[in-house]
T-cell receptor, first 117, second 113 residues
């Protein structure tokens, strides 16, 4: 069965530190999609990135970067020079292609990041 | 462009009452998802629609829950009768295609007393 694990329940860092949030997934599909969402204290879910299973290129967007490694089934998220505004819960999610058995969407349990001034 | 719109934003009701949550997806999106978020269970997919048709409702917890999508711009999630354990934040999300990026509404925070 498909599964998303975010082993780090909570992380605290001091502002300007780099921090990596881990995401490990399980799927039997060869075509799938991985996502990261941010949920700040205000509660909304903000889309950060989408990656399909055939694109293993790492991506950088400002202070954010993502490392996708199919060999280890991981899709890790790094924030460089963290800021207080980065404090939020971050969710990794997996979506599979529809097939005869349906389609699966799974969110990880989330990692709560606290960036201290 | 407007994002996903949900109403009400907050709902407080008493056990046994009917609750209706509403969602307007992003224009042009043809897939719509209802999620529930609780501290204990995290984010759970309840049901999703594609082209207004319910595709998978296996996440709906009980027969007390029902969802409809009468047209491409409107969906409802109904709980009847409501129970205290239904207290949660309910999110609606929409996407272009079921594998597209899901964009979430602000959520409805439901408290059943």
């Amino acid at each position: 069965a498909q599964k998303v694990t975010q082993a780090q329940t909570e992380i605290s860092v001091v502002e300007k530190e780099d921090v990596t949030l881990d995401c490990v997934y399980e799927t039997r599909d060869t075509t799938y999609y991985l996502f990261w969402y941010k949920q700040p204290p205000s509660g909304e879910l903000v889309f950060l990135i989408r990656r399909n299973s055939f694109d293993e290129q790492n991506e950088i967007s400002g202070r954010y970067s993502w490392n996708f490694q199919k060999s280890t089934s991981s899709f890790n998220f790094t924030i460089t020079a963290s800021q207080v505004v980065d404090s939020a819960v971050y969710f990794c999610a997996l979506s599979e292609e529809p097939n005869n058995y349906g389609q699966n969407f799974v969110f990880g349990p989330g990692t709560r990041l606290s960036v201290l001034p | 462009d407007a994002g996903v719109i949900q109403s009400p934003r907050h709902e407080v009701t008493e056990m046994g009452q009917e609750v209706t949550l509403r969602c307007k997806p992003i224009s042009g999106h043809n897939s719509l998802f209802w999620y529930r978020q609780t501290m204990m269970r995290g984010l759970e997919l309840l049901i999703y629609f594609n082209n207004n048709v319910p595709i998978d409702d296996s996440g709906m917890p009980e027969d007390r829950f029902s969802a409809k999508m009468p047209n491409a711009s409107f969906s409802t999630l109904k709980i009847q009768p409501s129970e205290p354990r239904d207290s949660a934040v309910y999110f609606c999300a929409s996407s272009f295609g079921t594998v597209g990026t899901q964009y979430f509404g602000p959520g409805t925070r439901l408290l059943v007393l």
